[in-house]
Antibody, heavy 125, light 106 residues
């Protein structure tokens, strides 16, 4: 069973850029069967999808983030990363990385079947 | 954007009760729907995909049904370990979660 682990600063200043990395172990990030995603959960609230990336670099984003999010992949390190620019207090959340298992090889549709444990990010000066 | 609405927001039931959670999509998502269980301080766990396909290792008391815009998650006999928040998620067009349903044990 593959494992995912988030890493990055737990504290980010307002207006700065949040940077997180997800390391994948026990499986290859370059598999055609999967996309890789970021989801966040503000304190006491529900889940919000941020975006997904394929090992080729093809990415999809939640339009509500207004182009502040960028997801990249490093197949040599078996990692993918999230950058979120111009953060505010509203971006404080637990950030999860997750594996999206494609329903078939002709679609990006799929559910998130393996999740990291999550990393808490606080936005404060 | 597709909106997902769950009901109820909270429910309280006794051990052994049959529990049903409803999820409605703002437009048809055919069967592209997943259900997750989340316990406090933990990551969500995928229970059901494609509306009714039970994931490996998930107890058979969980089941999902529906298509189009209306879906249900049913727990046939509520167990103490089922106390959690449940989320539906559509993946027909991008990915959107419902607001969650907290299940409490009486």
């Amino acid at each position: 069973q593959p494992q995912l682990q988030e890493s990055g600063p737990g504290l980010v200043k307002p207006s700065e850029t949040l940077s997180l990395t997800c390391s994948v172990s026990g499986g290859s990030i370059s598999s055609s069967s999967y996309y890789w995603g970021w989801i966040r959960q503000p304190p006491g609230k529900g889940l919000e999808w941020i975006g997904n990336i394929y090992y080729s670099g093809s990415a999809y984003y939640n339009s509500s983030l207004k182009s502040r999010a960028t997801i990249s992949v490093d197949t040599s390190k078996n990692q993918f990363s999230l950058k979120l620019s111009s953060v505010t207090a509203a971006d404080a959340a637990v950030y999860y990385c997750a594996r999206l298992s494609r329903s078939s090889t002709v679609t990006q549709r799929g559910a998130f079947d393996i999740w990291g444990q999550g990393t808490k990010v606080t936005v404060s000066s | 954007d597709i909106q997902m609405t769950q009901s109820p927001s909270t429910l309280s039931a006794s051990i052994g009760d049959r529990v049903t959670i409803t999820c409605r999509a703002s437009q048809s998502i055919t069967s592209w729907l997943a259900w997750y269980q989340q316990k406090p301080g933990k990551a969500p766990n995928l229970l059901i995909s494609k509306a009714s396909s039970l994931e490996s290792g998930v107890p058979s008391r969980f089941s999902g049904s529906g298509s189009g815009t209306e879906f249900t998650l049913t727990i046939s006999s509520l167990q103490p370990d089922d106390s959690a928040t449940y989320y539906c998620q559509q993946y027909n067009t991008y990915w959107t979660f419902g607001q969650g349903t907290k299940v409490e044990i009486k």
